[in-house]
């Protein structure tokens, strides 16, 4: 008997033991929201509420929230917004935000404080959209 047999008898041993799966191990599940509006309804109603709870629940591994455009302004001027920022943030999203929109808008220093990470967005969120994320926007 070669040594490919035993190897391949082996791991077929021991699959059906159940010390090892026969399945590949899955790749994180990715979560991109990319926040747009202005609209603080569609922040709290809709945009915050499934990326806070696609985060808690486990509906996806990893979830990242950017604040692009409007959202910027929004979010450096409402607490309530913050505060529930601070409760995604808690669980796990991280949160980014364009710095080219933060600089537009001249809040920069606002949403370094809320501890986004603003940076160049274009490039991430191009990798993001070729890779495994799924990408929704709101």
Known sequence: M?????YLALVGLLVSCGVVSA??????????VVWTSADPDVAKNVCFMYALNAKKAGWFDEV???VWGPSAKLLAEDPALQAELKAM????VVTEACVA???RYGVVDDLK??????????????DRLKADW???TF
Do not use: H, N, W
């Open 113 to 126: 404080k809320l501890d986004l990470d603003v940076k160049g967005m274009g490039q991430p969120l191009s």
């Open 101 to 103: 929109c933060a600089r």
């Open 89 to 92: 943030q808690q669980v796990g």
């Open 64 to 66: 990242c929230l950017v």
């Open 2 to 6: 070669g040594a490919k047999t035993v």
């Open 134 to 136: 799924k990408v929704i």
């Open 23 to 32: 399945k590949p191990p899955e790749a994180p599940s990715r979560l991109c």
